[in-house]
Every structure is written in C-alpha cells, then in structure tokens.
C-alpha cells in the first residue's frame, strides 16, 4: 500500500537515514537495504531511495522512529464492513488488515462503525488521540449521509425535519447539542436526501440515531474531514502519513 503523501518536506536518502538510527555506516545501510530487509511505508525500500520524515521506514518489519519524534499518524480510508478495532474475534475483517506489520502495533483515533466508510486516523501517539476525541477540545467532523424517508416526505417536511436538526437536540441520550448543515438536496420522486453534516462530540452512532428519530434511514454515512484533515482524493482500504505538526489541536 503506497504512501499517498504528497506534502512538500525535505528528502533524505534512505541510507543516510539508516545510518544515523545505528544500522552501522551508508554501505551497510545499503546492504540491508539490498538484502530486501527494508520497507518504506510498507513497500520494500529501493537504493537511492529518498525519505521523508513522515515515512514509515522499517527494518526486518520493525519501524525505526521518526527522525525528529518517533510520532506516526495515518490517514486511512476505511471501506464498509470493516471493524474499526485492533482485535476482535467475531470481525471478518479489522483495519489491521489493511496495514502492513511495522504498522500493526497503530490504533485507530475513535469510532467509525463497520457500516460507515471514510477517514479514520491512526497513531502512536496517546496525546493526540485524547485530544482528537475528547468532547471538550470539541474537534469538527464532517460527513456525508444519504438519506432515505419511511414515510413520504415533501421537500418543504424535509427541510422543515433538516433545520430541526440543527437547532434541537432530536435524540436524547445520543446527542448533546445540535448538528451543523452544510449543504441539503432532496429527491421528492425517490424519497431521497443528501446533506453533509459537521458535529463536535463522538457519540455511538449519533448521526443515525438523530435521523431516525426525525424519520428517515441512514443509507449511507462517509466521514470525511477529522479537525483540518481531509479524506481528499485517498483510495478506499488504502492509507497516507500525515505530518502530526500539521493537525490543528
């Protein structure tokens, strides 16, 4: 799975890397380069090869520590079905599958349930997990949720239901402030809506629970944004770095 980076941060060669983390003088760096025993992002290493410091270099499976703080951050699109967890006996597939063995000991920042997709980050670092799920640093995400009326809905009733949503709490127990709209379209013929959504707090489950309080279905739900981070243009099941100076706290 190739490292889907392309922010701008000063190369170093591979070799050179290897040489200041202990693996013995460039040459020897570049012998075990050669002897297929390093990987960059999960990818086995090339000589000559230049690196970031957001690059994830490993040798024999094992990661060397960032150059400047051994912290690592993934921004991985996770696709439906997966189970966002490190270990679970009853899940066909975990976002572990996805990440090669250096990144395997990384766990996922909060939720994203098995039926959701979208953007999950994944860290060494404890700090900025709390911090990104903690209610009080009232960190954004944003999703894209289609809906599905169980009943028949006019346009006027859906947008009546949509700026509810906004200035009421419509599901106790899984909400604790209003959503945020961003945008709202509605398919009377189909029964349809689309609106993108943006809320503070990480309660199981919640987007669902409001729209179904209010009458329709969650058909669809893609998280797209985490505090500045952005899914863009990542393939789904695969993963980018991100540097971890680069999330606003």
């Known amino acids: 799975m190739p490292n889907g980076n392309t922010m701008s941060k000063e190369e170093s060669r591979l070799n050179k890397v290897l040489a200041q983390h202990g693996y013995g003088s460039r040459r020897a760096a570049d012998a075990i380069i050669e002897a297929g025993r390093v990987t960059v ?35 991985f699109n996770k696709p439906r079905g997966v189970t966002t967890t490190k270990k679970d006996p009853f899940a066909k597939v975990t976002v572990m599958d996805y990440l090669p063995p250096e990144l395997q000991h990384l ?17 060494n670092d404890g700090d900025l997990a709390a911090k990104l799920t903690h209610p009080r640093y009232e ?37 604790t402030k209003p959503l945020r ?9 189909q029964q349809t809506g689309f609106v993108t959504v943006v809320i503070s707090e990480g309660k199981k489950r ?19 944004r985490i505090a500045n981070i952005t899914l863009a243009d990542l393939p789904e099941g695969r993963y980018r770095t991100i540097d971890p100076s680069r999330i606003r706290l």
Request: hydrophobic fraction near 35%; aromatic fraction near 6%; include cysteine.
């Open 107 to 123: 766990n996922p920042v909060g939720r994203l349930d098995r039926d959701s997709h979208g953007l999950l980050l994944l860290t």
């Open 206 to 224: 919640q987007i669902r629970h409001v729209f179904q309080d209010l009458g329709y279905f969650v058909t669809d739900l893609k998280r797209t």
């Open 41 to 75: 992002n999960g990818q086995p290493a090339t000589m000559g090869q230049k690196v970031t410091d957001s690059d994830i270099v490993a040798v024999d499976a094992k990661p060397i520590t960032n150059h400047t703080t051994g912290k690592i951050v993934l921004a």
């Open 181 to 189: 709209i961003l945008t709202q379209t509605y398919d009377a013929k």
């Open 139 to 175: 960190h954004e995400k944003e999703y894209e949720v289609t809906l599905s009326a169980m009943y028949t809905v006019s346009p006027d009733t859906f947008v009546r239901d949509i700026n509810k949503a906004q200035k009421c709490i419509v599901s106790p127990g899984h909400q």
